[in-house]
């Protein structure tokens, strides 16, 4: 059974993960922790499959050698563009700006193929902010 799963690539160049997607599924993290709820004592919450999974692709690009992970929080909808704002937020990445419809966004547009706010943040960074809550 799957719970979640993660795409992404390391840019050419290598310096750059790039983060497509990551997404947990709920109904089958809700089954899971139904047919064994001893192995979810100490959380198995969304946040933290998330977690767990973003950590193993952060812990990919180390080994790739790239420095920077990159996400595009995509604005299909907004309820949802703003809920991946917020849930990469928290999870330790940093707003580096609006890629809209300009003329100007045309090449993030291009990599990105959507509209949406544009983070990042250090995977070293990440690894120690994530390692900590890992750890507790």
Same mark, same amino acid.
């Given at each position: ?34 047919? *064994?709820?001893?192995?979810?004592? *100490? ?76 983070? *990042? ?16």
């Amino acid at each position: 059974q799957i719970l979640g799963y993660c795409e992404g690539f390391v840019r050419p160049g290598g310096k750059i993960l790039h983060v497509d997607k990551c997404e947990v599924w709920k109904k089958a993290l809700s089954r899971a922790k139904a047919e *064994n709820p001893e192995g979810f004592k *100490n959380g198995g919450q969304v946040f933290g499959v998330s977690l767990l999974l973003g950590y193993t692709c952060m812990l990919h690009g180390k080994e790739k050698k790239c420095s920077v992970a990159e996400f595009l929080a995509i604005d299909d909808e907004d309820f949802q563009h703003k809920r991946l704002v917020r849930f990469f937020k928290r999870a330790g990445f940093q707003v580096v700006r609006y890629v809209g419809e300009d003329i100007k966004d045309v090449p993030d547009r291009l990599v990105w193929g959507g509209c949406g706010t544009l983070m *990042n943040r250090d995977i070293d960074a990440l690894l120690e902010r994530w390692s900590k809550t890992i750890m507790k």
